[in-house]
């Protein structure tokens, strides 16, 4: 392996420990599997991920896998990536464009996070919303006084990848 100077690319050995990162974390994710998550680079990019989270039991999103798109910038890991639902979701937190309001993707996020930690925390979400924030306001109206209401919404608003892929 050759080594390389850092002086002329004064971004290249942050660049550099971003993608060791990544590469540390993609190896954690694959020798010590959580159930429910899973997350792969796209292609040779290692700053774009996909990721999927299984609804957790016992939620209205019981049975259903929701497919994510992650984005690294070269502050990673001391800056959130961006993460976002490709699967179509009816949740409070989350708005129709599949963009996310969760704590630890802005403010309270923190370097021992992760993207384990991340993918974990978003699956909780699924089963506990913050309906004190809501960026779907029917959703969290639903969620506190008509669960039945709510389930259909997420039935109706959900689509498998095979869906996915044939509206592309």
């Known amino acids: 392996m050759a080594l390389t100077s850092g002086h002329n690319a004064p971004n290249g050995s942050r660049g550099q420990t971003v993608a060791q ?35 957790p039991a016992d939620t209205p999103y019981a049975n259903l896998t929701f497919k994510l798109a992650m984005r690294f910038g070269s502050t990673y890991p001391y800056e959130a990536p961006s993460v976002v639902f490709k699967t ?21 996020w923190s370097a021992l996070v992760g993207i384990e930690g991340l993918l974990v925390s978003l699956q909780s979400l699924l089963g ?35 869906e996915l892929d044939l509206d592309a």
Request: hydrophobic fraction near 35%.
């Open 21 to 55: 990162r990544l590469q540390k974390e993609l190896m954690d994710l694959m020798t010590k599997p959580t159930a429910g998550i899973t997350a792969f680079p796209d292609d040779e990019n290692m700053t774009r991920w996909t990721a999927t989270i299984e609804g």
């Open 88 to 108: 179509p979701i009816y949740h409070p937190n989350v708005d129709f464009s599949g963009r996310i309001c969760l704590d630890i993707l802005k403010d309270k």
């Open 128 to 162: 506990e919303p913050n309906n004190s924030s809501p960026l779907n306001g029917q959703a969290a109206e639903l969620w506190d006084n008509d669960m039945e209401a709510f389930k259909r919404h997420v039935l109706a608003r959900h689509k498998t990848s095979e």
